[in-house]
């Protein structure tokens, strides 16, 4: 096992545009190097990716030749972390300095193994406001900005190729009666919505992406979790 305790795992494809303020946010964390490591998958990207991430020799990259999607990205990566969190960042958003830190210290304080925290949303319009706040319902988080336990992500399965993967795995988690959930009750990272299209702006896939979730998973361990759908199949908050 690597002496580092975090990685932070950049799953990227097609992101030349953003990906070297995304690895720049995660190189200048103020928790000590030998705390955390950076790990690049690079999901066969075809623009000028590739040409970016061999200018950073100061973090590890995975290029895989045929392109897997975000799920085998992200199960590729998994298969080669050695520390005993990690934590996953999109190639077009963009850690705080000291998120790294912030959620280690929170992960001792409460001795947890998953820890979130709020985030700022940051709009195409150049709009951004504060996401979350404690505590937060699975409903709430998006994939990144989450610190999870590696091997028990393991032991559950990894990602599966559900539209939400990341609401499937935390669930797995904490159905597990494995891990203990904490939160940080301050944004620790900006989350771009909807820039080049993002795939949740897509209605029908959103709702079809629901339905998929409510075929794997009993409604009442959903409306637990706050992950409940209205009759219009969009997620609500459980009564």
């Known amino acids: ?31 000590s190097r030998a705390d955390f490591r950076v790990l690049v998958v690079d999901d066969a990207s075809t623009d000028a990716t590739p040409e970016r991430l061999r200018r950073r020799p100061e973090v590890e990259v995975l290029r895989l030749p045929v392109n897997r999607g975000l799920v085998g990205a992200c199960n590729a990566g998994l298969e080669r972390i050695a520390t005993p969190s990690f934590l ?71 990602y599966r190729s559900l539209f939400w993967e990341e609401f499937d795995l935390y669930l797995r988690l904490l159905e597990s009666g494995r891990c203990v959930q904490a939160h940080v009750a301050r944004p620790l990272y900006v989350y771009r ?29 959903l409306r637990r979790h706050g992950l409940a759908a209205d009759e219009e199949g969009v997620p609500g908050r459980a009564a």
């Open 1 to 31: 096992m690597s002496a580092e305790r975090v990685t932070i795992l950049v799953c990227t494809h097609d992101d030349a545009a953003t990906i070297d303020d995304a690895l720049d946010s995660a190189l200048a964390q103020t928790a």
């Open 88 to 158: 996953r960042l999109d190639g077009d958003d963009e850690l705080m300095p000291d998120a790294v830190e912030a959620l280690l210290d929170r992960a001792d304080e409460a001795r947890a193994d998953v820890v979130s925290c709020d985030r700022w949303e940051e709009y195409p319009s150049g709009r951004r406001l504060r996401a979350l706040g404690e505590p937060p319902e699975l409903r709430d988080l998006v994939a990144a900005g989450v610190l999870l336990p590696t091997a028990l992500v393991r032991a559950v399965g990894g």
């Open 193 to 221: 919505v909807g820039r080049d299209g993002a795939m949740t702006s897509d209605e029908a896939a959103v709702a079809a992406g629901w339905d998929e979730l409510r075929d794997h998973w009993a409604a009442d361990v």
